[in-house]
Nanobody, 123 residues
Framework: QPQLVESGGGLVQPGGSLRLSCVTS????????IGWFRQAPGEDREGISC????????YYRDSVKGRFAISRDNAKNTVYLQMNSLKPEDTGTYYC????????????????WGQGTLVTVSS
């Protein structure tokens, strides 16, 4: 049974940084792309970043490009999202998701979702 567990969220001031972690188990991690989605209060979930299985290629939504960095450690079955220069509009619940492939920053063939971790950017 695939499992994904996010951590690292919290309250941060505008301009600050956070690093989210997504620890996975129950599947062959290196064979899957992993995506990060977020859901702002009252809005739909949106994909923001994806990292491919082969070559660990990163992709980003324009709104986070240059500020966020996605990476994966296949030895630890973990994906990270380093978030810098955070803005109030980055506030939301962040989810990591198992998938089949990256279509630019969007994850395709969605599988299991994590439970989410809340990020609040506020002064």
């Amino acid at each position: 049974q695939p499992q994904l567990v996010e951590s690292g969220g919290g309250l941060v001031q505008p301009g600050g940084s956070l690093r989210l972690s997504c620890v996975t188990s129950g599947f062959t991690f290196e064979n899957y792309a992993i995506g990060w989605f977020r859901q702002a209060p009252g809005e739909d979930r949106e994909g923001i970043s994806c990292i491919s299985a082969i070559h660990s290629l990163p992709y980003y939504r324009d709104s986070v490009k240059g500020r966020f960095a996605i990476s994966r450690d296949n030895a630890k079955n973990t994906v990270y999202l380093q978030m810098n220069s955070l803005k109030p509009e980055d506030t939301g619940t962040y989810y990591c998701v198992q998938g089949g492939y990256c279509s630019d920053w969007l994850l395709g063939a969605l599988g299991t979702w994590g439970q989410g971790t809340l990020v609040t950017v506020s002064s």
